[in-house]
């Protein structure tokens, strides 16, 4: 009895749970640890609706404004995308969709905490743009429009005089119609607290050196920079004025190299990309190369001796950001040189015989000297001419912290010296068990039925996952699709698998979300698609089409593009903003035809 009182003691004088929880979910940030929370029990789900700060939508038509503002009314951040990710490459009409109109205008009325609004690869007009800055101008810290279109420099100029108290304005890659630079010359009048200002790959040139010299003054906290192309020396009074500086991207070099002693740089530069520099421009960097943990060369005018040059000199670089004319001699001085590298990003080239160095060719040998030289690698997106599958192998036994890879193999060369890849990608998805988003994207012949079952035996973590020219058969993709148990974003370009195969994965990759399928066998009548249908599963197609482009030289060509499925869950139903390039499935006309026959 008096063990019980003592208990029972205890025991009142203990909170309850929902007291203590109260006080712990604020420090759980983990979307997906949120998630699972919520569908405890719905006091948590309460809890979890009020004090969530920040959500990511990552396609703008699985919910509506209106279902987030009941759930979610003190949200403070939010990022929204809408294209799918194939618009990137031109893959997907212009006209596909992607508003950010009714968006803007449930924040415009009820979303009075937030604070920062990223909108990825969306629709925006200059009225949203002016909606924005009169209703959420006092307290927006962080606007970013990446990727995204449709409006002008008058919409950035609405921002500029309402939105006083912006931390980071970030446009980068946008498509912006420019009038004039007035908004940048109202943002160096009125705002003195930026730390990010990037409209990096955008066509704004109207840009006065004077105003950015007096955001660098106004702002003492500017940490990061990124700009179009300004010659440089034009940019030395704003070097010396913002001595905060830790980031810079773009410039140009348009005069002789001995004029550019007069560039000196922050003492606390620490990431650096300049356009258009060539070889007779590298010395400007050897100063402080050593303090640099990210290198931008994207749009340097290096060869693959003047990557092993500058490379060897940034013992402490974390991120690299080049184009395969690096080579293979290239990625084995980063291997020796750079051991804290985190993040590793090489794009295609030109092919044009004489526009890169001869030697600029990414292979399994670069790839195993990385494996073996970069261990703490996360994340590696890389083109290759060739490969085996001895360096997926080595990338699998050595690289245990990877999370994300994406290797697209060039079609450059004739021959590849070691095809089907599958014991390759085996190993590698075996041995790197933290990987969360993997890109394949090969040739025919590349990966086997039997390899493309590896991938889905072995891809027990990942959750976004592109493939390209793999498999053989449907059978490949049923077997495929008996594995990956966490996948949810799933994107296919010219494996021709028919559409029954496509219905019958889907139906078995129980956790899916979302899938993008370019070039497949369609049935004649298109009611094989029909296996693919469920509750809330949103199901589009583009037919086949025709479309006009510039190859690298700059001469007109028309490429055709195959037909495309893309299908995602929605709770919002069917949406209603159809162009006329996108076809919404109609599954009563084809269960009728079905019906008939």
């Not at 119609?177 to 940048?184: I, Q, S």
């Not at 003492?220 to 192309?229: A, E, F, G, P, T």
């Not at 590849?416 to 990987?435: E, F, Q, Y």
């Not at 012949?445 to 973590?461: C, E, K």
Request: with cysteine.
């Amino acid at each position: 009895m008096e063990e019980d009182k003592k208990v029972n003691k205890m025991n009142s004088g203990m909170p309850d749970m929902d007291t203590v929880f109260e006080c712990v979910i604020p420090y759980v940030e983990d979307p997906k640890d949120r998630d699972a929370i919520s569908l405890v029990c719905r006091r948590w789900y309460e809890l979890d609706a009020t004090t969530r700060r920040h959500i990511t939508i990552a396609l703008c038509y699985t919910t509506t404004p209106a279902r987030l503002r009941r759930r979610f009314r003190n949200l403070e951040s939010l990022k929204l995308k809408g294209k799918p990710r194939a618009a990137m490459f031109n893959l997907i009409p212009e006209d596909w969709g992607g508003y950010v109109t009714p968006w803007v205008e449930e924040i415009a009325a009820s979303f009075n905490s937030l604070k920062s609004i990223h909108f990825r690869r969306m629709i925006v007009r200059d009225s949203d743009l002016e909606v924005l800055a009169k209703t959420r101008g006092k307290n927006l810290l962080v606007l970013k429009l990446d990727k995204c279109c449709g409006f002008s420099t008058d919409g950035l100029l609405h921002v500029s005089r309402s939105c006083r108290q912006l931390r980071t304005l970030f446009l980068e890659e946008s498509s912006i119609f420019e009038k004039d630079g007035d908004w940048l010359h109202e943002l160096a009048l009125y705002n003195t607290v930026l730390e990010t200002l990037n409209f990096y790959m955008t066509d704004l040139i109207k840009v006065n050196v004077e105003d950015l010299e007096l955001i660098a003054r106004n702002c003492r906290s500017l940490c990061s920079v990124k700009i179009n192309d300004c010659e440089l020396l034009d940019l030395v009074n704003f070097f010396q004025i913002a001595t905060a500086l830790e980031e810079f991207c773009g410039g140009s070099f348009n005069h002789l190299p001995e004029k550019y002693s007069a560039v000196a740089f922050p003492r606390s530069i620490c990431r650096l990309g300049l356009s258009y520099m060539e070889q007779d421009h590298m010395w400007i960097i050897f100063p402080f190369a050593a303090m640099l943990k990210k290198l931008d060369l994207l749009y340097a005018l290096l060869n693959t001796e003047d990557h092993c040059l500058l490379i060897q000199r940034c013992p402490n670089l974390e991120i690299l950001e080049t184009r395969n004319v690096i080579g293979d001699r290239g990625l084995e001085v980063l291997a020796r040189s750079c051991k804290k590298l985190k993040r590793l990003r090489i794009e295609r080239g030109a092919d044009e015989q004489g526009m890169e160095d001869e030697e600029g060719l990414v292979s399994q040998r670069g790839l195993i000297a990385l494996a073996q030289g970069c261990l703490e690698l996360e994340y590696i997106a890389i083109y290759v001419s060739d490969i085996t599958n001895e360096s997926l192998e080595c990338i699998g036994a050595n690289l245990r912290n990877l999370c994300d890879f994406r290797l697209v193999l060039l079609d450059r060369e004739e021959k590849i010296a070691d095809l089907p890849l599958d014991n390759g990608v085996r190993a590698l998805l075996m041995g790197c068990d933290k990987l969360r988003r993997f890109g394949l994207y090969l040739r025919q012949g590349g990966l086997t039925d039997t390899g493309l079952g590896y991938v889905g035996q072995y891809s027990l973590n990942v959750r976004w996952m592109l493939l390209g020219c793999v498999g053989e058969t449907d059978e490949g993709l049923i077997a495929f699709s008996r594995g990956c148990p966490n996948l949810r974003k799933l994107e296919m370009r010219g494996c021709s698998f028919s559409e029954y195969a496509l219905a019958a994965a889907v139906m078995q990759l129980t956790s899916l979300r979302y899938l993008w399928v370019q070039g497949y066998r369609a049935s004649k009548d298109g009611r094989d698609i029909l296996r693919m249908v469920r509750p809330f599963w949103n199901i589009e197609l583009i037919p086949p089409r025709l479309v006009s482009d510039t190859d690298q030289l700059g001469n007109p060509i028309v490429i055709e593009h195959p037909a495309h499925i893309l299908a995602y869950y929605s709770l919002a139903g069917q949406r209603t903003d159809f162009p006329e390039t996108v076809r919404p499935l109609d599954t009563e006309s084809l269960l009728s035809v079905q019906s008939c026959t």
